[in-house]
């Protein structure tokens, strides 16, 4: 897949503050391929990395002012906003407010403040982010944000984070500067994923295994070009809904219950639905990494749409312009599709044959005008 010119570049801080920049890092998108909502259940999630990138140029600069003030100040452009933006913030953290204001800068500031907490000295700086990973479409914008800013960061201020600390930093970024109470899957895939395989994530023990992706099918990932609409109170209420289900059932998780022999009936609904999909969902996660690993992938398929259904029906977190692209990736030939991420608009992810792979494009495009294809995301 290409990156679009500029997104894995260091242009865009030279165009903006007319200097070079000190570091450049990026971070990858990330594609769940089964495993809908598992991961702040403490269950199992398949994914893999996706070429669509993030990136950030950033320099330390002198400001004699502000740091004789006890305050850093952070200036940064994004290309995603397209906005230019400063603020200035107390040098020492105080870690009993937020500095939480509601736009991007938030995700820089709660990098800082990470850093700072595991010992970083941070001064006043200057960063431009771009990239092409699109937001609020499923695939992970935030934590590739996330994960770009902790690396560079970590590199300008020489307090480099890795693997499980990395995607642990990242995730306190969004939970606790930004305010989603995400899970660890999309920090973890983007920490230790490669382009190359699949992971397969126990999210209890954090135990991963990389899986090999036969290069004779691919993931193609299709953006509904419909917005997420209500992801935010949605996800946060499937959260709370579980935790209330956990509690009736007299466990601190829906990991600790016992698959298909767990008896819902005295759940009140919806929260017996959303059980049995959690449930289901982890025996279909684990049933996939076998189905991958023998090479069955019309059983992986099989396993992919039934996700879906059990997203739309179980877990209510679809939208009818995903179902209809679901639907349409099947009648075109899909061995298997299912909406990606948290749902509520946003991507699917569909497993087709790469032979096929050209012909199957070309009827999802005279089906659905509003439907985009990313480049294939698997090899
Ligand atoms: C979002 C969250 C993830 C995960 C998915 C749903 O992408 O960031 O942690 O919960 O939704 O599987």
Not at 42 to 57: D, S
Not at 71 to 86: K, L, N, Y
Not at 350 to 374: D, P, Q, T
Request: net charge negative.
């Amino acid at each position: 897949m290409t990156v679009p010119s500029g997104a894995t570049g260091s242009d865009y801080y030279a165009q903006v503050f007319s200097d070079s920049p000190t570091v450049v890092a990026s971070a990858l998108s990330r594609v769940d391929i089964i495993g809908g909502h598992t991961d702040y259940n403490q269950g199992f999630v398949l994914a893999a990395p996706m070429p669509l990138a993030t990136t950030v140029e950033l320099s330390a600069v002198q400001d004699d002012v502000e740091r004789s003030n006890g305050r850093i100040r952070i200036e940064g452009f994004s290309t995603m906003t397209g906005d230019r933006v400063a603020r200035s913030v107390p040098s020492s953290p105080d870690l009993s407010s937020h500095d939480r204001r509601g736009d991007w800068l938030d995700y820089v500031v709660g990098a800082v403040r990470e850093l700072q907490t595991a010992g970083a000295t941070v001064t006043s700086f200057r960063l431009a982010v771009s990239g092409n990973v699109p937001i609020g479409a499923g695939l992970a914008s935030s934590a590739s944000l996330s994960v770009a800013l902790l690396r560079g960061l970590g590199q300008l201020f020489s307090h480099m984070l890795e693997g499980e600390i990395l995607a642990k930093t990242a995730q306190r970024i969004e939970r606790i500067h930004v305010g989603v109470n995400c899970g660890i899957m999309d920090p973890l895939i983007l920490a230790d994923g490669s382009l190359e395989n699949a992971l397969y994530i126990d999210t209890l023990s954090l135990e991963r295994h990389a899986v090999r992706l036969d290069p004779d099918y691919s993931l193609e990932v299709i953006d509904s070009g419909e917005r997420r609409r209500l992801a935010e109170v949605g996800y946060n209420l499937r959260r709370d809904e579980c935790q209330r289900a956990a509690r009736a059932l007299g466990v601190n998780s829906l990991r600790e219950l016992k698959g298909d022999e767990q008896d819902l009936s005295d759940l009140p609904p919806p929260l017996d639905r959303r059980v049995r999909h959690i449930l289901n969902e982890n025996l279909r996660v684990q049933q996939a990494r076998r189905a991958l690993e023998a090479g069955n992938y019309q059983m992986l398929g099989r396993l992919m749409h039934d996700s879906h259904l059990s997203l739309r029906d179980h877990y209510e977190v679809s939208v009818p312009a995903l179902d209809r692209l679901v639907d349409e990736c099947l009648s075109s030939g899909a061995l298997g599709a299912r909406l990606a991420g948290a749902g509520f608009g946003g991507c699917v992810v569909a497993l087709v044959e790469r032979s096929e792979r050209g012909a199957w494009c070309a009827r999802i495009a005279s089906l659905n005008a509003k439907a985009h294809i990313f480049d294939s995301c698997s090899n």
